[in-house]
């Protein structure tokens, strides 16, 4: 059987591209790293893949607004070839392939326009930004998946406990009608809340203080997924800050985190589509 | 030409930065502002028409989801009744500036210079209430920024900002020569002009050396002036300075001890005891067959083996002094200087894999009229605080580690502490990765940041010289992002082949990078003219010593030379070939093709004359204190758990990333909730498997103050337990386990130096040291536990005018070691109702030095003694308790002792404990409650490993109690109640101990 490409993008201040290699390799996918200049002079090409993904780290060191610089130049910046990146991105999206962000990559694709989406113009209707807090926070938090969700990535899921490490992860929308399409739409497809799995605006385990609680947004047709928190990190039941205890409860438990099921899910979709 | 944009928030979207400046105002300085609103200023110096300003100003900046934008006006709004505006002083590092360049030239398609400044930014606050000018000042340089480095404006806003922090350097002669045949007093007073920081004796060495007729003749032959350059002078001082050359580790010491007459002499600190012990156990390990010991003390930082694979790297340094005078430069400038070490070791192009930090600081409380240039210990604790957060957290580096002590005598100069390990492929295209070959004709290539004034003569610079004009250079801001790229660029490059090997450009600059790597071939040329500078009219002197930071050095074939900078243009990442290395004895240098400095390699590095120092010691006089008989012990221990040193770090270590790579096993805080705080951390190495490292950091200088060597023997015990806490094992001589351990000491020490009117008690603190040092020895031989690299710091003392304010003797042992499996490492909290507790280890009548003798203001006599052998036979037997898997949770017994300890447990979650203290040592209640003794642990075990685990630890376990369902922390004895808590109300006077006023 032909393995899922998984192509990690990197470079610029982007940190989290090794363990996002791990978390597709170890879902059964083929995941290779490459440095976005290698795309952008045209040594390599998105469309050999199946998924790209970006990852989290700090591009460009956040400044100018976490995820902006790198937007910038994916929007207006010409590869090789003398076409846009965007341009390129449209194409990949055409073609029923999947795009995934994980915090800054997140927040680079909401810059990007290509999150939520609901006028399918690829303009910016959502940002990220300073936590309620003003501060950078890691932490671990709960969140529970939106049920009417349609997103490949969030299947079986209900609810799941990860990490989130940001200072920008608040999202504001821009007005209400594009919230309402959100809404409509299920595109908050993931939020914070509670142990219980009721959704919450308190700090700290609504982290940011973003609008409807949300965690990850997605596109209508689910292939364009980005969310704050990092499922990457806990790949591996002792990634979890309470394992010790976990294991004492419950000797037999499974030693993979459970943010992997996101890459499982996602992997095992682009096989069945195959098919 | 200028033009500004300006961007501001949105009415309606929270000004979060502004909210938190209005607390901290109101928190910190007792300044009401009321509402604040921020804004960010960019001004371009371009040549570019407006049009493309406002396509810039709207595609390129504006989030227009949350920002107003202001193009060549500002907002403006009477509500605001006043304004500071922060802007940089010439030559500081602004980063979002060129983040802006470049994006600028990304949207307009231009070719814009990105690599010098032409974007300068900006911050602007506008203020609700109507301040006076003087809180205006106050808010600007005590909060909004550091007048080292900021520029102020405030007062009313009239709707104008005018400066450009442009850096303008007069053009002048490019070389001077130095008249060095003049008399001691005047050779001398050539030192302190030119800030040379060197002695007579060193002084005259260097005034004998161009006296030699052989260099005359040499010199003279090479179109050189018999005098020396001013180059040449700065050249020898700076790789004569005691940064680099450790000349009182290296000194001759006169040890007198003055109660028993015995006296000794002590060539050499380092050759003594640091790397004697090293080389003890080396042959140790070697006879066993152990051969994992590849790289010590030559280097950047010490190289120990993983497996066939991988090696492992790492270094912790200090940055203390600009950490005082710029809190978050000097920090962010360590943390990435650091980082440098392990990424530059050998070949070079690590992997880095963690960050640690360990700090010290005067209280947050403190309340003494502040000495002119000393920054409130309370702003150098954040400042720091922000450093470590944007160094690690943009580097994607997790900080997994580290300790914060307070004691007053840090107020003046904080330690500021930063470690970095990485790992690298055993062999690059079948070189030993360790390895650092140079032959003559290989080309020097710098790469990375640009050069400018920074950091040279640090920050003794004199302020004279300096006009608004003149680049800033005594604080230096490190940027996070430039590393990052040549970082990733590096590792590539080292990866294909392009990179023969590599050092970092950190203190000393281009003199000291290039000069050391010379050694290995035999000598270099340097041509000056050559290095890209942030802005023109460097003389060559400047270029060659600057400290400016984000600089690697690249040793390349040259026929490599092409290929590695199409790949770095590829990358963005600038580099220049500066020169090549030789074999001919020389460091020679040259600008625009004129020879002005030829030093012969081995006078450089040999020439320093051998310092003499002298050491007496008088034990102090110290008695135990007398404290009331009644004690109130759940008041005690709640004041113990909010108090400085023990309280929760929890704000602080949230805000660093703990967990980027996703490898991080044991963080510093774990637990259903996130709160318990852990021994080592332990880290796995590889996503395919479990074998990891443990980390671990030992450091109690409060123990100094009664008896230097028991401190330093206990800062030793501590690394190492904490380490065999969380599952890790002690090398084995005997084996060919191969399991290593590498530790890096750090000293920082006050002036040490006698001096009769500036130093009377200088004796007395150097015979703390070589104290500090016979205890490093005895530990690292005992335990085979060997240094790989480490570092000190000799002039920890702060001066303003005839006040001193000076650090108490200080060392931290840094240390890791391999874990097999990271799945069996073993965390600090309890796991679950009914396991019995125990502690392991004895409890002795030692509360000397102890935070509970603190609360009383009383220091004591009894110190923590480490009992070596006891010690070995206690984590030998947590060893194999640990093989048998039987240890369900362990945290070792340090500051706060017993008590605290088990409150600590207990913070992981829902559970209490029920403690009774019968079977512990026939000593004070307040001993077995409070003692900090050395090599103890609390740990759970379940019931029906009773026996087992008593028939292994036997006298060396004392059983206590069991862990509870009922979330309180109960302590008897003999059915007398002594403590009763809830685990709630110790956890909030835990939580807020740092907000205590």
């Known amino acids: 059987m032909k393995k899922v490409k998984s192509l990690i993008i990197t470079g610029f201040g982007i940190n989290c591209e090794e363990e996002m290699a791990a978390a597709y390799k170890i879902a059964g996918a083929e995941s290779e790293i490459v440095h976005l200049n290698d795309i952008l002079l045209g040594k390599k090409s998105i469309h050999n893949f199946d998924i790209l993904n970006f990852p989290g780290g700090f591009s460009f060191g956040d400044d100018l607004g976490s995820g902006k610089v790198l937007a910038n130049k994916m929007k207006f910046k010409k590869l090789q070839s003398g076409k846009l990146f965007l341009d390129d991105l449209k194409d990949f999206i055409a073609s029923g392939k999947y795009i995934f962000g994980i915090c800054n990559g997140f927040q680079f694709l909401v810059k990007m326009g290509l999150l939520p989406d609901v006028a399918e113009d690829f303009n910016q209707e959502v940002t990220l930004t300073k936590n309620n807090s003003a501060k950078y926070e890691d932490r671990w938090v709960w969140c529970k998946v939106n049920e009417n969700s349609n997103s490949p990535f969030l299947t079986g899921i209900e609810k799941i406990q990860v990490p989130v490490r940001h200072g920008e992860?608040?999202?504001?929308?821009?007005?209400?009608?594009?919230?309402?399409?959100?809404?409509?739409?299920?595109?908050?497809?993931?939020?914070?809340?509670?142990?219980?799995?009721?959704?919450?605006?308190?700090?700290?385990?609504?982290?940011?203080?973003?609008?409807?609680?949300?965690?990850?947004?997605?596109?209508?047709?689910?292939?364009?997924?980005?969310?704050?928190p990092h499922p990457e990190a806990f790949l591996s039941l002792y990634n979890h800050p309470n394992w010790g205890q976990l294991k004492r409860q419950n000797p037999k438990i499974s030693e993979d985190g459970e943010g992997l099921q996101i890459f499982k899910n996602i992997v095992d979709k682009i096989i069945k589509e195959v098919k | 030409m200028k033009n500004q944009i300006q961007l501001v928030l949105k009415d309606g979207i929270r000004d979060v930065e502004g909210e938190r400046i209005t607390k901290t105002a109101k928190d910190f300085l007792g300044i009401e502002t009321g509402k604040i609103k921020t804004g960010k200023i960019f001004n371009l110096t371009y040549n570019i028409n407006e049009s493309d300003v406002k396509i810039f100003a709207e595609k390129g900046l504006c989030d227009e989801i949350i920002h107003n934008i202001f193009i060549n006006s500002f907002y403006q709004n009477e509500f605001y009744k006043a304004y500071v505006l922060v802007a940089k002083l010439p030559g500081v590092t602004d980063d979002e500036g060129v983040s802006a360049q470049k994006t600028l030239n990304d949207i307009l398609e231009l070719n814009l210079d990105v690599n010098t400044q032409h974007i300068y930014t900006e911050e602007i606050y506008l203020i609700e209430n109507e301040l006076a000018e003087n809180d205006l000042k106050i808010l600007a340089e005590g909060l909004l920024g550091n007048k080292l480095i900021h520029h102020f404006e405030f007062g009313k806003f009239a709707g104008k900002v005018n400066y450009i922090p442009t850096v303008k350097i007069p053009d002048g002669k490019k070389v001077n020569l130095i008249n060095l045949s003049v008399d001691d007093e005047n050779l001398l007073e050539l030192s302190q002009k030119m800030l040379l920081s060197l002695n007579l004796e060193e002084?005259?060495?260097?005034?004998?050396?161009?006296?030699?007729?052989?260099?005359?003749?040499?010199?003279?032959?090479?179109?050189?002036?018999?005098?020396?350059?001013?180059?040449?002078?700065?050249?020898?001082?700076?790789?004569?300075?005691?940064?680099?050359?450790?000349?009182?580790?290296?000194?001759?010491?006169?040890?007198?001890?003055?109660?028993?007459?015995?006296?000794?002499?002590?060539?050499?600190?380092?050759?003594?005891?640091?790397?004697?012990?090293?080389?003890?156990?080396?042959?140790?390990?070697?006879?066993?067959?152990?051969?994992?010991?590849?790289?010590i003390f030559t280097d950047n930082a010490g190289v120990v083996k993983i497996d066939d694979d991988s090696v492992f790297v790492w270094k912790v340094e200090t940055h203390n002094s600009p950490s005082a005078i710029d809190p978050y430069g000097g920090a962010i400038t360590g943390i990435l200087g650091n980082n440098r070490d392990p990424l530059a070791t050998g070949i070079g192009g690590a992997k880095l894999l963690f960050n640690t930090n360990v700090l010290c600081f005067g209280p947050p409380n403190y309340n003494k009229k502040l000495l002119k240039g000393q920054l409130h210990p309370k702003r150098i604790f954040e400042g720091v605080r922000h450093g470590i957060e944007d160094g690690g957290n943009k580097s994607g580096i997790p900080t997994v580690n580290g300790s914060i002590i307070f004691d007053e005598r840090y107020s003046g100069k904080p330690l500021v502490y930063c470690g970095t390990g990485g790992v690298m492929p055993a062999k690059y295209n079948g070189v030993d990765s360790w390895l650092k070959p140079i032959d003559a004709g290989d080309i020097i290539v710098m790469a990375g940041g640009r050069v400018g004034k920074d950091g040279i003569h640090g920050a003794t610079?004199?302020?004279?010289?300096?006009?608004?004009?003149?680049?800033?250079?005594?604080?230096?801001?490190?940027?996070?992002?430039?590393?990052?790229?040549?970082?990733?660029?590096?590792?590539?490059?080292?990866?294909?082949?392009?990179?023969?090997?590599?050092?970092?450009?950190?203190?000393?600059?281009?003199?000291?990078?290039?000069?050391?790597?010379?050694?290995?071939?035999?000598?270099?040329?340097?041509?000056?003219?050559?290095?890209?500078?942030?802005?023109?009219?460097?003389?060559?002197?400047?270029?060659?010593?600057?400290?400016?930071?984000?600089?690697?050095?690249?040793?390349?074939?040259?026929?490599?030379?092409?290929?590695?900078?199409?790949?770095?243009?590829?990358?963005?990442?600038?580099?220049?070939?500066?020169?090549?290395?030789?074999?001919?004895?020389?460091?020679?240098?040259?600008?625009?093709?004129?020879?002005?400095?030829?030093?012969?390699?081995?006078?450089?590095?040999?020439?320093?004359?051998?310092?003499?120092?002298?050491?007496?010691?008088?034990?102090?006089?110290?008695?135990?204190?007398?404290?009331?008989?009644?004690?109130?012990?759940?008041?005690?221990?709640?004041?113990?758990?909010?108090?400085?040193?023990?309280?929760?770090?929890?704000?602080?270590?949230?805000?660093?990333?703990?967990?980027?790579?996703?490898?991080?096993i044991i963080k510093p805080l774990m637990g259903a909730n996130g709160k318990a705080p852990q021994d080592a951390a332990v880290m796995r190495l590889n996503f395919d498997g479990f074998g990891g490292l443990a980390i671990s950091n030992g450091i109690c200088p409060k123990f100094g103050d009664i008896d230097a060597y028991e401190m330093s023997a206990g800062a030793f015990d501590e690394a190492v337990r904490q380490i065999i806490s969380v599952g890790g094992k002690l090398p084995d001589v005997n084996d060919d386990s191969n399991r290593f351990w590498t530790v890096n000491d750090n000293f920082c020490v006050p002036d040490s130096a006698f001096h009769s009117e500036n130093n009377p008690d200088g004796k007395q603190k150097l015979a703390k040291l070589v104290q500090m040092n016979e205890a490093l020895f005895d530990l690292a031989t005992f335990y085979n536990i060997p240094m790989t690299s480490g570092k000190d710091s000799m002039k920890n003392?702060?001066?303003?005018?005839?006040?001193?304010?000076?650090?108490?003797?200080?060392?931290?042992?840094?240390?890791?070691?391999?874990?097999?499996?990271?799945?069996?490492?073993?965390?600090?909290?309890?796991?679950?109702?009914?396991?019995?507790?125990?502690?392991?280890?004895?409890?002795?009548?030692?509360?000397?030095?102890?935070?509970f003798y603190k609360l009383f203001d009383e220091l004591g006599a009894n110190v923590p003694k480490v009992r070596r052998e006891n010690a070995m036979r206690i984590y030998q037997k947590m060893m194999q308790a640990n093989d048998a898997k039987i240890i369900e949770s362990s945290h070792d017994i340090s500051d706060g002792g017993l008590a605290i300890t088990i409150a600590e447990k207990a913070f992981g979650g829902e559970f209490g404990a029920e403690i009774q203290l019968e079977n512990c040592e026939k000593i004070s209640l307040n001993a077995i409650l409070f003692a900090e003794s050395h090599s103890r642990f609390v740990v759970s075990v379940q019931q029906i490993n009773q026996h087992i685990f008593e028939d292994y630890f036997g006298n060396d376990a004392t059983f206590i109690g069991k862990v509870t369902d009922e979330a309180k922390l109960r302590i008897s004895k003999e059915k007398l109640s002594i403590i009763n808590v809830e685990i709630t109300e110790l956890m909030r006077a835990w939580d807020n101990g740092l907000e205590k006023k």
């Open chain 2, 797 to 851: 003392d702060f001066k303003a005018g005839k006040v001193k304010i000076s650090v108490p003797p200080t060392i931290l042992y840094s240390m890791v070691a391999k874990i097999d499996d990271v799945r069996e490492t073993i965390t600090s909290n309890f796991k679950a109702r009914g396991d019995l507790i125990y502690i392991v280890g004895k409890t002795y009548d030692e509360l000397g030095g102890s935070e």
């Open chain 2, 203 to 295: 002084m005259k060495a260097i005034q004998n050396y161009f006296n030699t007729d052989d260099i005359k003749a040499i010199r003279k032959k090479n179109n050189l002036p018999e005098l020396p350059t001013d180059l040449e002078i700065e050249i020898l001082a700076q790789t004569w300075s005691e940064h680099c050359k450790h000349k009182e580790f290296a000194a001759t010491i006169n040890y007198e001890n003055i109660e028993t007459g015995e006296k000794k002499v002590i060539n050499s600190l380092f050759n003594t005891y640091i790397r004697k012990s090293t080389e003890i156990v080396r042959e140790r390990l070697k006879k066993a067959g152990n051969n994992w010991l590849l790289k």
């Open chain 1, 169 to 228: 992860g608040k999202l504001i929308i821009k007005n209400k009608k594009i919230e309402k399409k959100i809404i409509e739409n299920n595109l908050n497809c993931l939020s914070y809340c509670d142990e219980n799995g009721y959704e919450t605006a308190e700090y700290p385990q609504n982290p940011n203080g973003s609008d409807l609680n949300c965690a990850a947004l997605t596109n209508e047709s689910g292939q364009v997924f980005g969310m704050m």
């Open chain 2, 461 to 664: 610079f004199s302020s004279a010289e300096i006009d608004e004009n003149s680049p800033q250079s005594a604080v230096q801001i490190g940027s996070p992002i430039t590393q990052k790229f040549v970082a990733d660029f590096m590792q590539d490059a080292v990866k294909n082949g392009l990179i023969k090997c590599s050092t970092d450009n950190g203190a000393g600059g281009l003199s000291s990078a290039v000069g050391e790597l010379a050694e290995i071939s035999g000598g270099a040329i340097v041509n000056l003219e050559k290095v890209p500078l942030k802005y023109e009219n460097l003389k060559p002197w400047e270029i060659f010593i600057s400290e400016s930071q984000e600089r690697m050095i690249f040793v390349v074939e040259k026929e490599n030379v092409t290929k590695l900078f199409q790949f770095a243009e590829e990358r963005e990442v600038e580099l220049s070939n500066i020169g090549k290395f030789t074999s001919t004895g020389f460091l020679d240098v040259r600008f625009e093709g004129e020879k002005i400095a030829l030093l012969e390699m081995d006078f450089l590095h040999n020439g320093v004359p051998k310092k003499v120092m002298g050491a007496e010691w008088k034990k102090p006089k110290l008695n135990e204190p007398k404290l009331p008989q009644i004690l109130d012990y759940n008041e005690i221990l709640l004041k113990l758990m909010g108090s400085f040193n023990i309280c929760s770090r929890e704000n602080v270590i949230r805000q660093y990333d703990h967990e980027v790579k996703g490898k991080t």
